[in-house]
Nanobody, 119 residues
Framework: QVQLVESGGGLVQPGGSLTLSCAAS????????MRWFRQGPGKERKLVAS????????TYTDSVKGRFAISKDNAKKMVYLQMTSLKPEDTAVYYC????????????WGQGTQVTVAS
């Protein structure tokens, strides 16, 4: 059974840093684009960052460019989101997602981890 398990969330002051982790227990990460989404209070879930299984190319939503960095370790089956210069508007539940690159593979979501940025 595929599981994505996020960790690393918590309460941090504005300007602080956090690193989120996503453990993808049974996935071959090269077969997926791994993505981080977030959903703030009363808001829609939105894509924050992605990293391609083809070539490790990355994308970011404009609001986090220069502050967040997505990375992965294929051997450890881990995906990371380094978040710096955090702002109150970054407060959200952050979700890890595996988006398949090949037909026949499923898409998977983690349960989410709460990030709260407040003084």
């Amino acid at each position: 059974q595929v599981q994505l398990v996020e960790s690393g969330g918590g309460l941090v002051q504005p300007g602080g840093s956090l690193t989120l982790s996503c453990a993808a227990s049974t996935l071959t990460l090269r077969y997926y684009t791994m993505r981080w989404f977030r959903q703030g209070p009363g808001k829609e879930r939105k894509l924050v960052a992605s990293i391609s299984g083809f070539d490790n190319s990355t994308t970011y939503t404009d609001s986090v460019k220069g502050r967040f960095a997505i990375s992965k370790d294929n051997a450890k089956k881990m995906v990371y989101l380094q978040m710096t210069s955090l702002k109150p508007e970054d407060t959200a539940v952050y979700y890890c997602n595996a988006d398949p690159l090949y037909v026949g593979l499923g898409s998977f979501w983690g349960q989410g981890t709460q990030v709260t940025v407040a003084s």
